[in-house]
């Protein structure tokens, strides 16, 4: 019962499209309607800046890591139900229910705190191969697939449970698909590369 309520939980955490509420709560506008349409932190931040993109971050990271950490410490088997939890959170973040099950977000900022939640060390290692990427190529979509990628590895690497290398082998499939556009457009070269003080006016 109390693992089929946390997996409840995180979907309903997951479901919360903080891209999509905070930009119509302070700028009255639809992201969906502006930018890539994506409901992400990176086209929040790409198109109205620093400032809604950053709490975007934080938000969409937090819906993985607290239903994953309360896995990790309310429910046992420890790693299976913290996985089982953040998985639902990412998959409320891609489909989520408040948006009756409309395309949501790439499910990057999301995955990382579930592992943030679940496997610290794979996570700190994603994130850090994300910045150098990220810093190198300016690509906000090449860092996420080259750190998806790592997160198997990583946790294989760390010695973490099979269930966390399994985990890490679907999150790191689930973020390439998700991003096949945006590698399609890299290979077409119109992809565009990311500012960090770039902000749009509405």
Known sequence: M?????VVLGYLLGSCPWGYWLVLLIRHEDIRKVGSGNIGATNVWRTYGRYLGAPVVVLDTLKGFVPALLGMLLVSPHHLSGICAGAAAMLGHWRPIF????????????????????????????????LVVFLTLRYASVASVVAGIALPVAAA??????????????????IVYLHWGNLRRLRAGTEHRFHLRRTASA
């Open 157 to 174: 690497l760390y010695g973490y449970p099979t269930s966390v290398i399994l985990f890490g082998i679907a999150a790191a499939g689930a």
């Open 99 to 130: 948006l009756r099950f409309a395309k949501g977000g790439k499910m990057v900022a999301t995955c990382g705190g579930t592992f943030f939640g679940v496997a610290i060390w794979v996570a700190l290692t994603a994130g850090l191969v994300w």
């Open 2 to 6: 109390a693992f089929a309520a946390l």
